[in-house]
Nanobody, 118 residues
């Protein structure tokens, strides 16, 4: 089974920025909507952002205007640029790949923690 490898998490002060990356194989990447969910302590999983193979993006309400998502089709990497970070953005961020026009289950990364300090 294909793997999704995330990187870029860490500790940042409120108001700062952080970029997460997620890489997978070309076979998966070229056929999948890529995106990020997050899980904060005591909260449910929340969709952060997604981007289709055609470049259409979608964002959770809590991050609209602050986060952007992009994909590098040559490198098979999806990026989540997080700006104006708030303490409530603290969570484990999970990358996923959702194959389009398919009933295949989503593929998930291992998660990368993001901590925003006040």
């Amino acid at each position: 089974q294909d793997q999704l490898v995330e990187s870029g998490g860490g500790l940042v002060q409120a108001g700062g920025s952080l970029t997460l990356s997620c890489e997978t194989s070309r076979s998966t990447f070229s056929r999948s909507t890529m995106g990020w969910y997050r899980k904060a302590p005591g909260k449910q999983y929340e969709l952060v952002a997604s981007i289709t193979t055609g470049g259409r993006t979608n964002f959770g309400d809590s991050v609209k205007g602050r986060f952007t998502i992009s994909r590098d089709n040559a490198k098979n990497i999806v990026y989540l640029q997080m700006n104006s970070l708030k303490t409530e953005d603290t969570a484990v961020y999970y990358c996923y790949a959702d194959r389009e026009r398919s009933t295949w289950a989503k593929l998930w990364g291992q998660g990368t923690p993001v901590t925003v300090s006040s």
